[in-house]
């Protein structure tokens, strides 16, 4: 069974300033997505950035970028010039095949002004 | 294009009383997922439809728990009786077709359910 692990229950960044979030997985699959979602107090899930498991690119999506090292199962997000609407709970997933999404327990972060 | 459509938003209830969420995915969408967040967690799959049809439905706790998604559109969970576990957020969540999983799913506000 695929697991996603977040060892980071909380993270803190003042405002401007670049912050990382990690996350490990387990899987025996060698074709998979992996992705950031952000859940704001609203409860909504939106996603941040998605990335494959066969792109040894990583992604970017403006302030938003990942470091994927595939061999160690590590998938970080790094916010630069984090902003106060930043703050919010992070969640990193995993699927395959037709494997729905496994999520991690989450990374509250909160940015200071 | 419109969102995933939950309600009610909040929904406070006794325990061993019933309750009832519906959603209504995006237009489209072959398959709908209902998820449980309990706070201070992530979301845990309960079940996946692929139009009215049932994928998984391996943690789903069926003695108290049902779904169903009518027509391959709506879909509503029920639970009956709730247990004071039972109290979490309930999201739903819908997705073009499963062959398309590397573009992730959209997800609705959720149901946040208080049994007291």
């Known amino acids: 069974a695929q697991t996603v692990t977040q060892s980071q229950p909380e993270m803190s960044v003042q405002e401007a300033e670049t912050v990382t979030l990690s996350c490990t997985y387990d899987t025996s699959e060698s074709d998979y997505y992996l992705f950031w979602y952000k859940q704001p107090p609203s409860r909504q899930m939106i996603l941040v950035i998605r990335q494959e498991a066969y792109k040894q690119q990583n992604a970017t999506e403006n302030r938003f970028s990942v470091n994927f090292q595939k061999a160690a199962k590590s998938f970080s997000l790094k916010i630069s010039d984090s902003q106060l609407g930043d703050a919010a709970m992070y969640f990193c997933?995993?699927?395959?095949?037709?494997?729905?999404?496994?999520f991690g327990k989450g990374t509250r972060l909160s940015v200071i002004a | 294009e419109a969102g995933v459509a939950q309600s009610p938003r909040y929904k406070i209830i006794e325990k061993r009383q019933s309750v009832a969420f519906w959603c209504n995915p995006i237009?489209?969408?072959?398959?709908l997922y209902w998820y449980q967040q309990i706070l201070g967690q992530g979301p845990k799959l309960l079940i996946q439809f692929q139009n009215n049809g049932v994928v998984d439905d391996s943690q789903l706790p069926k003695d108290r728990f049902s779904a169903e998604r009518l027509k391959g559109v709506d879909s509503t969970l029920k639970i009956q009786p709730a247990k004071l576990e039972d109290s979490a957020v309930y999201l739903c969540?819908?997705?073009?077709?499963?062959?398309?999983?590397?573009?992730?799913?959209?997800f609705g506000s959720g149901t946040r359910l208080t049994v007291v």
């Open positions: 969540a819908s997705s073009p077709d499963p062959g398309q999983r590397g573009r992730g799913y959209t």
């Open positions: 237009s489209g969408h072959a398959t």
């Open positions: 997933a995993f699927n395959s095949g037709n494997t729905p999404l496994v």
